[in-house]
């Protein structure tokens, strides 16, 4: 299989997970060790400005711009763990690139950051993430739990959390809800 790196996972309607019921995952890494990505539909309840204030990383004087935006919850694994996931700037070197606009970081530099105009252009936080081991994201494909789209940096950024499910299974081209639970092969 090709790598999903750059991808989103649409879970499927039918798939029994109650943890990742129509969940959207922007896969960060792919290969032949397994997968990991960040869950990008789903709000933990907790402010940006807050988190940030209880980490005393909030900038002062004020930041330029209020960051009344929502945490994510990234996924079941190590969820005691902040991710960011940003627009490319050259200026975060403790920024993993994923791709050429995208970049992830666990690194707490950029926190202290954000809404100064030092902030990466776009980004989201996310507690936890998704992880996969080998072989493993695979077969729940092949079990038909999930299906990809490439990604786009406005369904990312750009979306109400709540719309980006949909959005991204209406990019496929077809009624998700039309497609059978069971897979088939040829």
Not at 12 to 39: Q, V
Not at 88 to 93: E, F, M, P, T, Y
Request: hydrophobic content about 40%; charged content about 20%; proline content about 5%.
């Amino acid at each position: 299989m090709d790598s999903l790196e750059n991808q989103f996972l649409i879970a499927m309607p039918s798939l029994n997970d109650t943890f990742f019921e129509r969940s959207l995952i922007y896969i960060c890494e792919h290969n032949e060790k397994g997968a990991m990505g960040i869950m990008i539909n789903r709000p933990s309840g907790i402010i940006v400005d807050e988190l940030l204030q209880q980490m005393e990383l909030a900038e002062e004087p004020q930041p330029v711009t209020s960051l009344g935006r929502e945490v994510l919850v990234g996924g079941p694994v190590n969820p005691e763990r902040g991710f960011v996931l940003h627009t490319n700037q050259d200026c975060w070197s403790n920024s993993d690139p994923i791709t050429d606009s995208l970049m992830l970081t666990t690194s707490q530099d950029i926190l202290s950051c954000l809404g100064s105009d030092k902030a990466p252009d776009k980004f989201l936080i996310a507690l936890g993430y998704a992880g996969w081991t080998r072989g493993q994201l695979e077969q729940e494909i092949a079990d038909n739990s999930w299906l990809s789209v490439p990604a786009t940096v406005e369904l990312l950024f750009d979306i109400e959390h709540e719309e980006r499910w949909q959005l991204a299974a209406e990019s496929l081209g077809f009624d998700i809800w039309q497609l059978s639970n069971l897979a088939g092969h040829a």
